[in-house]
């Protein structure tokens, strides 16, 4: 699986955008990638995902770096409760195997009221 | 729409002693996963359902753990005996499809004593 790195940890303020960074420089060129995020004592849920082009949903914007080697997660206007941890995650469609979900530690994020 | 059940939410038990998890998918998700959290850790798959058929149990320790998926819609997931180690939330994910989006429930949190 191609891995990701992520920081460990980010603080924000509220209301503030945020930006989580993901690294993923042996990116391939059928890898998607996927951000999911878990809440505290919640089950992980899905943000948003892209394979080149940015993307935009009602949660969050995907931004994709043109080399592909790295993304980054922005959060319009962080509330308290987009408080939690992060998971960027790379899925190839077409390969055996990424069916799962393979999680790292991801980005445990703070909102500061 | 429902999302995914899981039972309970919280268990505690001595070690030696079985025990079991009970979920139940989003109605019409064929594909059903069980993924193992540490502390501090992401989620790791312990196995996949494809309908009633396990597709993928490669991590799931077959001395001590089993479990199913009859008529293809809730699972259970046994733990005989239970150790220590064992302690952990245990999660259930659901999906139409295997690429697609993952749902996940709440989780079990076990504590072996």
């Known amino acids: 699986d191609a891995k990701t790195t992520q920081p460990n940890s980010m603080e924000s303020n509220e209301e503030e955008p945020v930006h989580l960074p993901c690294n993923h420089s042996?990116?391939?060129?059928?890898?998607?990638i996927h951000w999911y995020r878990q809440l505290p004592s919640q089950g992980p849920e899905y943000v948003i995902h892209?394979?080149?082009s940015n993307v935009n949903n009602r949660m969050a914007s995907l931004a994709i770096a043109e080399d592909r080697k790295s993304s980054t997660l922005i959060l319009h206007r962080a509330t308290l409760r987009d408080a939690a941890v992060y998971y960027c995650i790379l899925r190839d469609p077409n390969q055996g195997g990424s069916e799962k979900l393979v999680f790292g530690k991801g980005t445990k994020l703070t909102v500061n009221p | 729409e429902a999302g995914v059940v899981q039972s309970p939410r919280y268990k505690i038990i001595e070690k030696k002693q079985p025990v079991a998890f009970w979920c139940n998918p989003i109605s019409g998700h064929n594909t059903l996963y069980w993924y193992l959290q540490n502390l501090g850790q992401g989620p790791e798959l312990l196995i996949r359902y494809e309908n009633e058929e396990a597709v993928d149990d490669s991590q799931l320790p077959k001395d001590r753990f089993s479990a199913e998926r009859l008529k293809g819609v809730d699972s259970t997931l046994k733990i005989q005996p239970a150790e220590l180690g064992d302690s952990a939330v245990y999660l259930c994910a659901s999906s139409f499809a295997s690429y697609n989006e993952q749902f996940f429930g709440p989780g079990t949190r076990l504590t072996v004593l």
């Open positions: 892209g394979l080149t």
């Open positions: 042996t990116i391939s060129g059928t890898d998607y």
